[in-house]
C-alpha cells in the first residue's frame, strides 16, 4: 500500500512538472490547487460521507473558477 501510495505520488510530481513546463503556468496552478476537491469527493465516493452545503458550494465555485480561464 505504501509503495503503491509513493509511486502514485511520484506520477502526480512529473505531471505536475510536464504541465508547469509546457502548459499554461496560470491554469496549471489553478487545477493543482484543486486537489482537495478530490479528496472530498473520494470521501463521497468510498466512505458515503455527506457534502455539506459549504463545501458544495466551494466546490461548484471552484469548477466555475477552472472554466474560467477557458473562456479568454
Not at 17 to 22: F, H, M, Y
Amino acid at each position: 500500500m505504501s509503495a503503491t501510495a509513493g509511486a502514485l505520488d511520484s506520477l502526480a510530481d512529473l505531471l505536475l512538472l510536464l504541465a508547469a513546463r509546457s502548459g499554461d503556468l496560470a491554469l496549471v496552478a489553478v487545477i493543482t490547487a484543486l486537489y482537495p476537491a478530490g479528496t472530498v469527493l473520494f470521501a463521497r465516493g468510498v466512505l458515503a460521507e455527506r457534502i455539506h452545503r459549504g463545501r458544495l458550494v466551494g466546490l461548484g465555485t471552484a469548477a466555475v473558477a477552472v472554466g474560467l480561464p477557458a473562456l479568454t
